[in-house]
């Protein structure tokens, strides 16, 4: 069986609620990003990138959106916030950077954080695909 | 007899752990947010528990999607900082309490609450920035640790009242304790923000401090709003504040509100601190 289920949740816009179907769908992109804590894993991956990655089942698109650092697109293909986020890590890079990189606008670092201290993402407008269009 | 002492909701965000492992608490982004936690650790510094149960959810650290427990109750004796990515975070160890974790896990499995037990257990931020905002930068933590770990990463989470009514026993199980100790137990987690998604950096302060006045008033009310709910107004990540259902369900129906606190921004977070004491 591989049914998608229609959930309630999958109206809220910009959202991948981690269920069943992405974990399934994720599980070794996601442990590929767990491998990370350890820290030589972390030197393997630094030196030989390509080799490292071998070492998961993973599927080419989830390989290529690992490579180019797709944040939004690792979501797409079943990664899940926590763990793709230690890749995100690994770059060295902070919760803003990849805020902003999945806003999916191009929105900037510098942009993402403003609307932090602007009191963050307004709900109005963003709880249902209904109220946005563009969601 | 074991005595419930305090009741400490509290946002676990990493950011603060990296703003007080840098020396940046009086910064101008971060003083706010410290000055706001300074009742809180002045008036835990006069009652001194000597156990902190710190309900908690763990990152992908300790727990992957190998297995997934959906409450597990840490039962040894210490419990080192995982390693998040940039090296284990530099605090102390964190010392458990096998004695009393064992009495804790007895007890609620035989009221019917059937928890995954585990010896050997890594913390993450999820813990170990809660004690942070608690305690500073100590030289060891003032305090014995019961580590209680809450599957919020993997849907289906549990419901608000499984969570509600596990704290309940918790307390049951407290109360039932011989050994004359001083229990706070913590609730961590939230409040609204969306890590992930074309919706990160989603925040909701009006829906927050309905939620904090009605989690001290009708935890009831509280605990029966759904996932989607949550999901929707609180965002993906803001669900997490289910498990500040377990510290309300371990205190008394009536509680007094010692300290509250809000703040947004931390990082991509709203921080939310409550201190509640029983009447």
Redesign the interface.
């Known amino acids: 069986m591989n049914t998608t289920r229609t959930r ?2 999958h109206d ?9 179907d992405h ?1 399934r769908k994720g ?1 070794h992109l ?2 590929l ?2 491998s ?4 030589a894993n ?1 030197d393997a991956f630094r030196a030989d990138p390509n080799t490292y990655l071998d070492r998961f089942r993973l599927s080419p698109e989830q390989r290529s959106a690992v490579q180019g650092r797709d944040w ?1 697109g690792l ?1 797409r293909l079943g990664g ?4 793709t ?2 890749l995100a ?2 770059d060295g890079l ?3 950077h ?2 902003a990189a ?4 191009g929105m900037s670092v510098e942009a ?1 954080r403003q ?3 602007d ?5 109005k407008g ?3 695909r209904r109220e946005a269009p563009h ?1 | 007899m074991a005595k419930v002492v305090a009741g400490v909701g509290t946002s676990h965000v990493p ?1 603060i752990g990296a703003a007080v492992g840098q020396g940046k608490t009086q910064e101008p982004y971060w003083k706010p947010v410290f000055e706001g936690m300074q009742a809180l650790r002045d008036r835990l510094a006069e009652i001194r528990p000597d156990v902190c149960i710190i309900v908690y959810n763990d ?3 300790y727990f ?3 297995l997934i427990p959906t409450f597990a109750l840490g039962v040894g004796s210490q419990f080192q900082p ?6 284990p975070r530099p605090v102390p160890v964190v010392k458990g309490d096998p004695q009393f974790g064992w009495h804790l896990a007895e007890s609620l499995i035989l009221d019917e609450f059937d928890l995954t037990l585990v010896n050997e257990l890594t913390v993450d931020h999820g813990l170990t920035v809660p004690l942070s905002v608690a305690f500073g930068q100590p030289g060891e933590w003032p305090c014995r640790v019961i580590p209680l770990c809450v599957n919020v ?4 989470p549990p419901t608000g009242n499984r969570c509600l009514q596990l704290g309940r026993a918790l307390r049951r199980a407290i109360d039932a304790y011989p050994e004359d100790i001083k229990v706070a137990i913590f609730g961590t987690g939230g409040l ?14 009006s ?1 927050d401090n309905v939620w904090l006045d009605q989690l001290i008033s009708d935890p009831e009310r509280v605990a029966r709003i759904s ?2 709910e949550l ?3 609180t ?3 803001g669900l997490e504040c289910i498990m500040w259902l377990i510290m309300r369900g371990a205190l008394d129906p009536h509680v007094q509100v010692a300290h509250r606190f809000y703040h ?2 931390v ?2 977070t ?1 921080y939310g601190l409550l201190l509640l004491e029983n009447g």
């Open positions: 309630e949740y809220i816009p910009g959202t991948y609620v981690f269920d069943g974990y599980y996601n442990m990003c767990k990370l804590d350890i820290a972390r939004l979501l899940n916030i926590y763990y986020f230690k890590i690994f902070s919760m803003q990849a805020g999945m806003s999916g606008t993402f609307m932090m201290l009191g963050g993402r307004p709900v963003n709880r249902s969601g | 950011a990152h992908a650290s992957a999607l190998d995982h390693d998040e990515g940039y090296g990463v993997q849907y289906p609204s923000h969306q890590l992930q998604g074309e919706r990160a950096g989603l925040i909701n302060a829906y996932h989607l999901l929707r107004e965002g993906s990540e947004v921004p990082s991509n709203a």
